[in-house]
T-cell receptor, first 112, second 115 residues
Framework: GAGVSQSPSNKVTEKGKDVELRCDPISGHTALYWYRQSLGQGLEFLIYFQGNSAPDKSGLPSDRFSAERTGGSVSTLTIQRTQQEDSAVYLC??????????FGEGSRLTVL | GNSVTQMEGPVTLSEEAFLTINCTYTATGYPSLFWYVQYPGEGLQLLLKATKADDKGSNKGFEATYRKETTSFHLEKGSVQVSDSAVYFCALSDPRGAGSYQLTFGKGTKLSVIP
């Protein structure tokens, strides 16, 4: 597609369940980012992939969060044993030029 | 560590008014600076950038100048339109090697422009 695609756009889950969020970046973009956007908190960096290098996981808030990027393209963010504080919009972005990120519309996660 | 502080919103202006959104930063190195905009119902998109001191980024009538001496990158527009209503995010890069840039974002400033 022309832009960054994320799915699902909305996810409602029960506390304790696992969720997977998917990101399909722009073709040819070597860098992929996950951010979390909470009301009043701005954008919180989670994880960054660049080519075949080891990912920068320094922003992951706990070991319940993990992400992978297969074949240098599609990425999946997994949250295990979800908690209510995980409720947020999860944003994926891809980039070819350093610092110039193209964002998807996000996946809104609500944990009941 | 790196951080970005921008003025809290919301900001409400009448059409054709002058806009300033303040942004200051803290960084250990020599970051690049960015403004991103999020229109209602859309994803964030790059508005403008500046990569070194005294550079001016501009786009769609918006401007921002990279001021190293005051560690600032204030966003300005001379005459806002209703279509400029959005949330604006200031951001800086954290260069960790060639081609690798994690962005640190401010909390965002919501702008509403009324006719």
């Amino acid at each position: 597609g022309a832009g960054v695609s994320q799915s699902p756009s909305n996810k409602v889950t029960e506390k304790g369940k696992d969720v997977e969020l998917r990101c399909d970046p722009i073709s040819g973009h070597t860098a992929l980012y996950w951010y979390r956007q909470s009301l009043g908190q701005g954008l919180e960096f989670l994880i960054y992939f660049q080519g075949n290098s080891a990912p920068d996981k320094s922003g992951l808030p706990s070991d319940r969060f993990s992400a992978e990027r297969t074949g240098g393209s599609v990425s999946t963010l997994t949250i295990q044993r979800t908690q209510q504080e995980d409720s947020a919009v999860y944003l994926c972005a891809s980039s070819f030029v350093a610092g110039e990120l193209f964002f998807g519309e996000g996946s809104r996660l609500t944990v009941l | 560590g790196n951080s970005v502080t921008q003025m809290e919103g919301p900001v409400t202006l009448s059409e054709e008014a002058f806009l300033t959104i303040n942004c200051t930063y803290t960084a250990t190195g020599y970051p690049s600076l960015f403004w991103y905009v999020q229109y209602p119902g859309e994803g964030l998109q790059l508005l403008l950038k500046a990569t070194k001191a005294d550079d001016k980024g501009s786009n769609k009538g918006f401007e921002a100048t990279y001021r190293k001496e005051t560690t600032s990158f204030h966003l300005e527009k001379g005459s806002v339109q209703v279509s400029d209503s959005a949330v604006y995010f200031c951001a800086l890069s954290d260069p960790r090697g060639a081609g690798s840039y994690q962005l640190t974002f401010g909390k965002g400033t919501k702008l509403s422009v009324i006719p």
